[in-house]
């Protein structure tokens, strides 16, 4: 005789990754490690801009690398002199907890002080994973077009820091830098929303106030 | 987009729980998805009906239900179902029906859920 049964499951996959989110930030937490989960669109300067970072302060500073193949950010991270760990993703559009625990036990913690996460250049499916950084910082820039920010929502409601990137490249490309910003503000208006040009070094510094900012906060 | 990896972490989900139940066969499978979730509920089902070959799962009803969003407004009283705007996955824009705001605490909306599932024994 076979019998049909009803089992309660309740196991939520989105919690389950938060779960390893909070874990990750007591690893972090125990070594005094302040992190970054730097997010945005493909190309905007996630890189470009962590690099900026690296040469600007003097904190020490740690860089996950997660791409769809690693080597490339890593390699560009490594000529800085900073402690590296590349995490190819493979064909997934976003890092998750675990993948990140794992790159965790590879970097030498005790060792730093900052610690950037720069994850795959994508608006939509790192909303959905939690990684247990410190703070958000969301890239994007005017070559995505000005109406980035009104296609992508959830991601900038859940930022604590957004860079409006290659606005030397604003008129070129015929976007409105200042509406991006206001359409930020209407969906999130605590965000800090920072203009920048990575190549003529405009906002550049008001980005390492703002981490300062975050640091000292914490 | 993740659904083919959200996809394998339900099956390993219903295979485990089914495992420990002793189940011959799993015939239904109900998942709760938010409407908050970067997830298409009809690309995720498709997904799960290709990946479940083989295995316990192969002949189940995958039943996805939607899960809607639900706040408490941090601007006025109000606890309830949020205003999305008619938008549905991907581009949901929560605000409060009461007073306009989006200064809220989402409740639910953001769950990819394995609920039940209805298993066969000897
Ligand atoms: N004109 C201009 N170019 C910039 C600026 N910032 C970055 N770039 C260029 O934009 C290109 C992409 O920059 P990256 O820093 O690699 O962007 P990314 O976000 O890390 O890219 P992925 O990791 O591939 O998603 C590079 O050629 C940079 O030199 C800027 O402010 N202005
Ligand atoms: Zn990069
Ligand atoms: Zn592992
Ligand atoms: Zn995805
Ligand atoms: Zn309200």
């Known amino acids: 005789m076979h019998k049909v049964a009803e089992v309660e499951v309740q196991h939520d996959i989105m919690v389950a990754n938060k779960k390893l989110a909070r874990k990750n930030q007591r690893i972090l937490d125990k070594d005094r490690v302040f992190s970054v989960d730097v997010v945005g669109a493909i190309g905007s300067g996630k890189t470009s801009l962590i690099e900026a970072i690296i040469d600007a302060v003097d904190y020490k500073i740690g860089v996950i690398a997660g791409d769809v193949i690693s080597k490339y950010d890593a390699g560009r991270f490594e000529n800085h002199n900073v402690p590296v760990v590349g995490l190819n993703t493979g064909k997934e559009c976003h890092l998750d907890a675990h993948l990140v625990e794992h790159a965790l036990h590879d970097m030498p913690l005790e060792d730093i002080d900052v610690l950037f996460i720069e994850n795959v250049g994508n608006l939509i499916c790192p909303v959905d994973f939690d990684l247990g950084s410190h703070m958000r910082m969301v890239v994007i820039s005017v070559t995505e077009g000005d109406d980035t920010v009104e296609k992508h929502p959830l991601i900038f409601q859940d930022a604590d820091l957004v860079v409006i990137n290659k606005v030397d490249l604003a008129e070129a490309v015929g976007a409105d830098s200042d509406k991006m910003v206001r359409d930020v503000k209407e969906l999130n208006s605590e965000v800090q929303v920072i203009k920048t040009s990575l190549k003529t070094g405009t906002g550049f510094d008001d980005v390492i106030k703002a981490i300062d900012g975050f640091i000292t906060d914490n | ?122």
């Open chain 2, 1 to 122: 987009m993740h659904e083919l990896s959200m996809a394998q972490a339900i099956v390993d989900t219903v295979l485990d729980a089914a495992e420990k139940n002793n189940a011959t066969e799993v015939v239904e499978v109900t998942i709760e998805v938010g409407m908050l979730t970067m997830l298409n509920p009809e690309q995720l089902k498709f997904l799960l009906d290709v990946i479940v070959e083989d295995t316990l799962l192969a002949n189940a009803e995958i039943i996805i239900e939607d899960v809607p969003v639900e706040i408490d407004c941090r601007s006025c009283d109000y606890t309830g179902l949020a205003n999305t705007d008619g938008s549905d996955h991907y581009l949901s824009i929560v605000k409060c029906p009461q007073c306009d705001e989006r200064n809220v605490e989402i409740l639910t909306g953001k769950e990819c859920n394995v609920k039940t599932i209805k298993i066969e024994k000897e």
